[in-house]
């Protein structure tokens, strides 16, 4: 059966609540299709009046981050059932950002992921390489690596409903997309990687996307790519071009 494409926007530290409404608004007719789901990952702040903005759309909510700890005194932190309780449906764990500026690990990744599921919510787990790593020539080790820890004591029905975002640190925010051939090779090392910690089955199902860069002109060639169920879009979430890039065909 054909993976249905998912297409995220990250907004990242952006929008203000009462910008985030009005943004909604601009991209609510833009984004409607039948042939993928559509999620706006937003800032803390911006979940409330953004589920209410969505209501009645195609659009579904996410979250940037969350901790692992279900409550109590974790200053400045949001958990799990904030978040469902909020009306949201998928959460981004381990964003490069947060692992380079919040000292988020492997380990704390993991910990997430398992959090997530427990709560019914969607991770969209995110690895990729430095431009360092790849010019050392072990950016396919590495994302192994990061997905298997990711992915511990995750069960094969949970994998199955993952969403994995494979974003190369070197592509993000900086106009440089991965080529499309790089995008493909490394996607499809992520599907080989599930294959072999669960199954065939699982390794069919789970849908990787590609981010770094991605824009309304290049979304077409990236997402036709076998590997490649969709994108995590930053920078051009923000702007009509999202609607370009959800309705890439
Ligand atoms: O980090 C990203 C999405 O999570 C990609 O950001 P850009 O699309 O702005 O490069």
């Not at 929008?15 to 789901?37: C, F, G, I, R, Y």
């Not at 949201?88 to 990744?109: L, N």
């Amino acid at each position: 059966m054909a993976r249905r494409k998912i297409i995220a926007g990250n907004w990242k530290m952006n929008m203000t609540p009462t910008e985030a409404a009005a943004l909604v608004e601009t991209l609510k007719p833009l984004v409607k299709t039948e042939e993928a789901d559509v999620v706006f990952c937003v800032p803390a702040i911006d979940i409330i009046p953004v589920v209410k903005a969505c209501e009645g759309t195609n659009i579904a909510v996410g979250a940037e981050n969350m901790y692992f700890e279900e409550k109590g005194a974790f200053t400045g932190e949001i958990s799990p059932s904030m978040l469902t309780d909020a009306g949201v449906k998928y959460v981004i764990i381990g964003h490069s950002e947060r692992r380079e500026y919040f000292a988020e690990t492997d380990e704390t990744v993991n910990k997430k992921v398992l959090k997530a599921f427990e709560h019914g919510l969607t991770p969209i787990i995110c690895c990729g390489e430095t431009l360092t790593q790849r010019e050392q020539g072990i950016t396919l080790d590495l994302i192994r690596k990061q997905v298997k820890i990711a992915f511990q004591n995750v069960t094969a029905d949970q994998a199955k409903t993952a969403v994995i975002a494979y974003e190369p640190i070197w592509a993000i925010g900086t106009g440089k997309t991965a080529t499309t051939e790089q995008a493909e090779e490394v996607c499809a090392a992520i599907r080989a990687c599930i294959g072999e910690v669960y199954d065939e089955a699982t390794a069919e199902a789970i849908r990787i996307q590609y981010g770094g860069s991605v824009n309304a002109g290049n979304a077409a060639e990236l997402f036709a790519q076998k590997d490649i169920d969709g994108g995590l879009v930053g920078g051009a979430s923000l702007k009509a071009d999202f609607g370009k890039i959800v309705n890439y065909k």
